[in-house]
């Protein structure tokens, strides 16, 4: 039972999501919808009861905002044909590249002590299986859409 609400939730979430995509270019909209519809399928998948999830989705959307700048701001050769770059230039952007990575380790390391304050560790496990999921889902469902237009 718990199951069937599960999925109808997620595809119900899911739905209103790309419902955003199909009018057009509002990209503000329709990362707010992927954004609940992620939050819901987090929600169930972690098992969250109504005290933890107040607690929680605060400290997870800061978190989630610190990652996102963290990959905004070190985003090396994106959209650029790597033959304008130097040799060095190349190496300087691959550092960056792994310095970003091992700050996102560490901001992982550190939220991970703050969640786990706020939910179990198997809550936790579940919620990294649940992003990875979730994003599984999203990526399939966005090359169906491309592949219908």
């Given at each position: 039972?718990?199951?069937?609400?599960?999925?109808?939730?997620?595809?119900a979430?899911?739905?209103?999501?790309?419902?955003?995509?199909?009018?057009?270019?509002?990209?503000?909209?329709?990362?707010?919808?992927?954004?609940?519809a992620r939050?819901?399928?987090?929600?169930?998948?972690?098992?969250?009861?109504?005290?933890?999830?107040?607690?929680?989705?605060?400290?997870y959307n800061?978190?989630?905002?610190?990652?996102?700048?963290?990959?905004?701001?070190?985003?090396?050769?994106?959209?650029?044909d790597?033959?304008?770059?130097?040799?060095?230039?190349?190496?300087?952007?691959?550092?960056?590249?792994?310095?970003?990575?091992?700050?996102?380790?560490?901001?992982?390391?550190?939220?991970?002590?703050?969640?786990q304050k706020?939910?179990?560790?198997?809550?936790?496990?579940?919620?990294?299986?649940?992003?990875?999921?979730f994003?599984?889902?999203?990526?399939?469902?966005?090359?169906?859409?491309?592949?219908?237009?």
């Amino acid at each position: 039972m718990k199951t069937i609400r599960t999925f109808t939730l997620f595809f119900a979430m899911l739905c209103i999501a790309f419902s955003a995509q199909a009018q057009g270019k509002h990209g503000g909209k329709r990362n707010e919808k992927i954004d609940a519809a992620r939050t819901a399928y987090l929600t169930d998948k972690m098992n969250l009861n109504a005290e933890q999830s107040q607690k929680f989705w605060p400290l997870y959307n800061e978190y989630d905002a610190k990652r996102n700048e963290l990959r905004r701001v070190s985003r090396p050769f994106k959209g650029q044909d790597l033959d304008k770059f130097t040799d060095a230039q190349l190496k300087e952007q691959m550092n960056l590249m792994f310095d970003t990575r091992q700050k996102e380790i560490s901001l992982d390391k550190e939220y991970a002590d703050k969640f786990q304050k706020i939910i179990s560790i198997r809550q936790l496990a579940a919620l990294y299986k649940g992003e990875r999921e979730f994003m599984k889902v999203l990526l399939q469902k966005l090359n169906d859409e491309k592949a219908k237009n």
